[in-house]
């Protein structure tokens, strides 16, 4: 199974990315560790991991703790051992959605012969949903990019990224 892992650390200077090989990897903390080591001293550090053009995993580390993930679809994980090693362990329901309001069944584009369903029937997230909220990508919308018709993995990816600002350091990674 082909992969791209792009880290994105927040540190004083801003944002700054960088490729991480997850390779060898045994479990999802040496893969914390592996994030923490791009950024010793950032308050955010990010790990996005795009697997065959169909599961996206994103990790999230404050200061170096508190590990947090979000999985597009927890197939990836019988899919694979990085998935495995990525979402293996994760509850099958999505968390960080607000009880008292109900997620949103549709995406629309302005058009309303457009309009997707906002979880796609047959991907079932796993993980902390809301881990970027404070970012800027309340829990709803990162569901909802996950599971709009003919969004990749790398759309995702670069939407969230464009919100953080950080999307050219990103996309410079994938054409090395």
């Known amino acids: 199974m082909s ?24 479990d999802v903390d040496e893969v914390a560790e592996r994030l923490r080591d791009v950024g010793p001293d950032a308050d955010v550090s990010l790990l996005f991991v795009e697997a065959d053009d169909t599961y996206l995993v994103i990790l999230r580390l404050d200061e170096g703790e508190d590990l947090r993930v979000f999985g597009s679809d927890s197939a990836f994980a019988e899919e694979s051992r990085l998935g495995a090693l990525l979402v293996g362990d994760l ?22 012969d457009n309009e997707q369903p906002a979880v796609d029937p047959e991907a079932d997230p796993v993980g902390e949903a809301d881990l970027l909220a404070d970012l800027g990508i309340p829990a709803q919308r990162l569901l909802a990019l996950c599971a709009h018709e003919g969004m990749m993995p790398a759309d995702v990816t670069a939407e ?17």
């Not at 892992?5 to 390779?23: D, H, Q």
């Open 160 to 176: 969230v990224c464009q919100v953080l600002g950080c999307v050219d350091d990103v996309e410079e990674l994938r054409e090395v």
């Open 3 to 26: 992969y791209f892992a792009a880290a994105v650390v927040r540190e004083k200077g801003g944002w700054s990315a960088a490729e991480l090989n997850l390779r060898g990897a045994t």
């Open 91 to 112: 509850k099958a329901s999505v968390t960080g959605l607000d009880d008292t309001e109900e997620a949103p069944r549709t995406v629309t584009t302005g058009d309303d």
